[in-house]
């Protein structure tokens, strides 16, 4: 009898639990998403049809699902008055394409986990009170189309990496303390301190986690970051006061230099004899550069443009991140890269270090970057026709063989793109910054730093290993060559919403023969031969295997052949209608 109740009561038991399982239990999205609902704060519950006694959320307000596996696709709450966070479990929603949330009153930062949603394509966030740094994991959503966080309080420096580096100022238009590349806005001004602080990959800080059971580990972390943020002030504080105290004293130092010999803080290299000015003329055209002569800014810092008193200028590059360690194997380094001189390379002047900054002095090349001219200009601006782009792929591989083969020791560039390749006023090409990301970068932590700009040229042994080598140069020397045949950035939204790279996409295209969609329109004298000739030696530049790719030597003799031997006349006509 009790035997016949115990096996009753084990079957009602295992009726109920399968029960639960089978028909009760709400899909896992649909359980993120009742998280994220208490995480909004829907004061005018605008989401009161979200129910946990649902079985799927698919019919809840706002929300789509695919209709086969009813994962949830897209959640739109434009202008819903939502008050709260935005959680970091969306993530778990791992299907999600769109995110809509404009025009709400959303708090807190963007959690990180937002960059694992790789198949997210539309994220509005629009006109919210959002705030803190922009998450650089944004960067590794290969296929987002569109971006808007306009008119939120974001900050710091907007992360130039994967597919942030697609999206311009529309996306970030209303957030004052922005600054980066996508905005045109340095992220540093002239000499004093950063206008805004850096940006930082972990603002989850301010995405509180709000589980009770959590709730004493919270109140314990907020605590310790309370402290440590005012330890941190503290020390910005002492800082503050002690460079200024500094500079004043510098100030002091140059006023009082001008009669006698320099030493007291400030120190000057002069690499052999190439800045014939006297040392405090240098000194104070250093010290007197500001935000008006700013030319660029890079992974690095910021350039600017000094012009002298007999109003020859050069290029001045403030060195704002550099590596652990002491400065003599610094200037001796440097001293290395200021003894290399090659018509095709930048010259490295100087050096000079100020109480507060590093500073490289250099040639200043009136035109510009190659990046600038091929990208920032119009598209009808034929000035770099197919001749001029051969000429600049000629002069940037004899300056990069030289780097290879003729010095002792020979240099690894690190940091080939269209932005280190600058331009004279006949528009030959000078290849720039050659051995610093060595110089500057510590080795672990080069992922994290240089492939921030660099993203889309570096080979992948390079991205998976750090170690750079000539073969990896090699690769970048090859995704070079692609982007002035194709005038389009390594990363460019037409291949990276394919899920391609540039030599991904041109590989594509040159399999299916369409070389007439690989070359830039502003190549109206190009021929076809020429122009596949090009894209052969691309391809075995940028060969997966490292061992399969050429030397850079053997690279510039491939190039000369195809620029110089085949028919000269034809090169000299086209190169002469050109200037
Ligand atoms: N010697 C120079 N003469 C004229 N303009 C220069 C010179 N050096 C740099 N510039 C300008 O300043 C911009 C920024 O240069 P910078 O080297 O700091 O950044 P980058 O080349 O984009 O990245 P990286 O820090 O990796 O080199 C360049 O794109 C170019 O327009
Ligand atoms: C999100 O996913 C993680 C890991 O799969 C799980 O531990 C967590 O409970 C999920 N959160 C929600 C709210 O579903
Ligand atoms: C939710 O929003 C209301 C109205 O703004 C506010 O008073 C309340 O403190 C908020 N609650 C939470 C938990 O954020
Ligand atoms: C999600 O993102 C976070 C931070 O960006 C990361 O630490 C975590 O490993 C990611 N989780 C998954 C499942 O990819
Ligand atoms: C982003 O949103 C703002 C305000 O909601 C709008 O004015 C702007 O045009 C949008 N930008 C883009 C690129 O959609
Ligand atoms: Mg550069």
Not at 12 to 30: E, N, W
Not at 72 to 83: D, G, K, M, Q, Y
Not at 174 to 203: I, Y
Not at 352 to 377: A, Q
Request: aromatic fraction near 8%; charged fraction near 25%.
């Amino acid at each position: 009898m009790q035997m016949g109740i115990a096996v009753w009561l084990f079957k009602q038991v295992l009726a109920a639990t399968l029960f639960s399982i089978c028909c009760l239990a709400l899909t896992q999205d649909g359980t993120t998403l009742l998280e994220m609902k208490s995480a909004f704060n829907d004061t005018k519950n605008f989401l009161s049809n979200w129910r946990e006694t649902d079985d799927t959320p698919c019919k809840w307000i706002g929300i789509s699902c695919h209709p086969n596996d009813q994962r949830v696709t897209s959640i739109a709450l434009h202008e819903n008055s939502l008050h709260g966070l935005i959680p970091n479990e969306i993530s778990n929603c791992s299907e999600l394409r769109a995110l809509y949330l404009r025009a709400n009153y959303l708090q807190g930062g963007i959690p990180s986990e937002i960059g694992n949603l790789s198949y997210l394509t539309i994220l509005d966030l629009s006109s919210n009170s959002l705030k803190g740094a922009i998450p650089s994991s944004l960067g590794r959503l290969t296929r987002l189309r569109s971006l808007n966080l306009s008119t939120n309080f974001f900050s710091g420096e907007i992360p130039d990496f994967g597919s942030l580096s697609a999206f311009g100022t529309n996306s970030f238009i209303g957030n004052l303390d922005l600054c980066g590349r996508q905005v045109h806005k340095p992220c540093r001004t002239s000499f004093g301190f950063p206008v805004v602080l850096p940006h930082a990959e972990s603002d989850e800080a301010a995405v509180p986690s709000k589980r009770s059971s959590r709730y004493m580990k919270g109140l314990l972390i907020g605590a310790i970051s309370a402290m440590g943020l005012a330890f941190v002030m503290l020390l910005t504080f002492s800082w503050i006061r002690f460079l200024s105290k500094k500079e004043r004293t510098a100030k002091r130092y140059t006023e009082v230099k001008k009669q006698v010999e320099p030493e007291a803080g400030a120190k000057l290299i002069t690499f052999h004899g190439d800045l014939p000015y006297p040392s405090f003329e240098i000194i104070e055209k250093l010290e007197s550069l500001d935000e008006e002569d700013v030319v660029g800014s890079g992974g690095f810092g910021t350039v600017y443009k000094m012009v002298m008193n007999d109003c020859v200028a050069f290029a001045v590059k403030r060195i704002e991140r550099s590596r652990e360690g002491s400065d003599q194997v610094f200037e001796r380094e440097l001293e290395i890269l200021g003894s290399i001189k090659h018509i095709n390379l930048v010259n490295l002047r100087g050096y000079c270090r100020l109480p507060t900054s590093k500073l490289l002095i250099y040639d200043y090349l009136s035109n510009g970057s190659l990046d600038d001219y091929l990208h920032e200009r119009g598209d009808d601006d034929a000035t770099l026709n197919w001749s001029a782009r051969l000429k600049i792929a000629l002069g940037a591989a004899r300056g990069l063989a030289y780097l290879h083969h003729d010095c002792c020791p020979k240099i690894i560039h690190r940091d080939i793109k269209s932005s280190n390749i600058l331009l004279d006023e006949n528009l030959e090409p000078r290849v720039s910054d050659f051995g610093l990301a060595r110089l500057l970068v510590d080795e672990d932590a080069h992922v994290t730093t240089v492939v921030a700009g660099t993203f889309g040229y570096l080979a992948p042994e390079f991205l998976q290993s750090g170690r750079a080598t000539e073969k990896s140069d090699v690769y970048s020397f090859g995704v070079l060559l692609l982007e002035l045949v194709t005038g389009k950035r390594p990363n460019d939204p037409c291949f990276v919403q394919k899920g391609l790279n540039v030599v991904g996409w041109s590989n594509t295209l040159i399999r299916e023969n369409q070389l007439e969609g690989i070359v830039d329109r502003r190549c109206a004298d190009a021929d076809a031969e020429a122009v596949e000739a090009i894209l052969d030696v691309a391809a075995t530049c940028t060969a997966a295997n490292p061992d399969e790719r050429p030397f850079m030597k053997q690279v510039l003799q491939l190039l000369e052949q195809e620029v110089l031997s085949p028919c000269p006349s034809d090169f000299s006509e086209s190169h002469s209608d050109y200037s």
